[in-house]
């Protein structure tokens, strides 16, 4: 098959590498002529996969509309505030029966809108040829070919099955399900809790405050999926709690690197440039507390984290303003 990537970040490129693995024909685009040049001259990216070697089955290219213009299948993998222009030039221009994968995990600043959403509205595409990929995968860890699994969500099972089949291989093992909300809200909001668990370790704190974080944390984002029609079972599942375990533990996350840096004391603009790479959080926190406030769900992490990061909110507040919160039954709904 024929499979494009748009971005030559870390995943746009391990997710290339995995296409490239599980059997097809890949190309990536990406913006930056070196980074363009070193993936098809030197099968590497060490801008972003520092001493990591590609499939020389990978090749890349500027060419936005060449990238795409074979391309069964096409995936997207730039910062989430960036993808609607990203693909506005390709409206309309895809191949009658391509289908196109979000592998981005935030909200749209303004709109409110889930990446599925934006990527089927900027492409003309209908729902049903639109997949979201999302699970505990870690981009430097996948391009060590470590193990993993994750879920190729879609309204359509053909198209999560296509998809499915195109990135299965023997250290990337894919589920599909139907539920595209609930898959793309746990990847948004699990990024914002990794970055509350960052600020607290940031600041000194174990693992107790840790796990109550984390999970308080799946709580809200439980929440808020109900709200918006998700289904239960995909919260205890790998776009849920298995991706929100492996942000919030690991070191190679930048949300959780980025809290860590407020934690200790570092202001926004500092915290983003020490971090570097895409910290999804940082923007789509407010996205997601205003999705909450108009479905009237609760959600006190997130609303902390906009408070230190946007509202001044002193960043050795953030603990006592949530222990204070009135005492109540540990329950999901509301
Ligand atoms: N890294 C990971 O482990 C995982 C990431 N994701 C998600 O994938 C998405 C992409 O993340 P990731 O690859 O890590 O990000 P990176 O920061 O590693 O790379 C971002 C990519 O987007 C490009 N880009 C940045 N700004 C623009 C722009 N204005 N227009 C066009 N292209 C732009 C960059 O190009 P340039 O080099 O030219 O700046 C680069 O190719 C995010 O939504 C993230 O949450 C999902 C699962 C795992
Ligand atoms: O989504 C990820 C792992 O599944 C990557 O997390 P970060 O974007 O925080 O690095």
Redesign the pocket.
Request: no cysteine; aromatic share 4%.
């Given at each position: 098959m024929r499979a494009t990537v748009l971005?030559?970040?870390?995943?746009?490129?391990?997710f290339a590498a995995v296409l490239a693995d599980a059997g097809c024909d890949v190309t990536v685009w990406?913006?930056?002529e070196a980074?363009v040049r070193q993936i098809r001259d030197q099968h590497r990216n060490e801008?972003?996969l520092p001493g990591i070697d590609l499939p020389r089955g990978v090749t890349a290219t500027t060419d936005l509309g060449a990238a795409v213009a074979d391309a069964r299948l096409v995936a997207v993998?730039?910062?989430?505030q960036?993808a609607r222009?990203?693909l506005a030039p390709l409206a309309g221009s895809l191949r009658s029966d391509a289908v196109a994968v979000s592998?981005?995990?935030?909200v749209e600043l303004g709109t409110d809108r889930r990446?599925s959403e934006v990527v089927a509205a900027a492409l003309g595409l209908p729902d049903e040829r639109v997949a979201v990929v999302?699970g505990p995968?870690?981009?430097?860890e996948?391009a060590r070919r470590q193990p993993t699994a994750t879920v190729v969500a879609s309204t359509s099972d053909e198209t999560a099955r296509l998809v499915a089949g195109a990135i299965a291989s023997s250290y990337f093992r894919p589920y599909t399900n139907p539920d595209v909300v609930g898959v793309e809200l746990c990847?948004a909001v699990k990024?914002v809790i990794a970055l509350a668990v960052g600020i607290s370790q940031g600041r000194g704190l174990g693992y107790n405050t840790m796990a109550t974080v984390i999970t308080r944390g799946l709580v809200e984002i439980t929440r808020l999926g109900l709200a918006l029609g998700a289904a239960p079972e995909t919260f205890p599942g790998l776009a849920g709690m298995g991706d929100l375990m492996a942000t919030c533990a690991s070191p190679?996350?930048?949300n959780h690197t980025l809290g860590g840096h407020i934690g200790r004391g570092m202001g926004l603009d500092e915290a983003i440039a020490a971090t570097?790479?895409?910290a999804?959080a940082v923007k789509s926190c407010r996205p997601v507390l205003e999705l909450a406030q108009r479905l009237d769900v609760e959600m006190p992490i997130t609303e902390a984290v906009v408070k230190v990061l946007y509202e001044g909110l002193p960043v050795d507040q953030l603990a006592p303003m949530l222990l204070a919160r009135p005492h109540r039954a540990e329950a999901v709904r509301r």
């Open positions: 971005g030559t970040g870390s995943w746009g490129t391990t990406g913006r930056s980074v801008a972003y993998a730039v910062p989430s960036v222009a990203t592998l981005m995990k935030g990446m999302s995968n870690l981009a430097r996948i990847g990024n190679d996350s930048r570097g790479g895409t999804e």
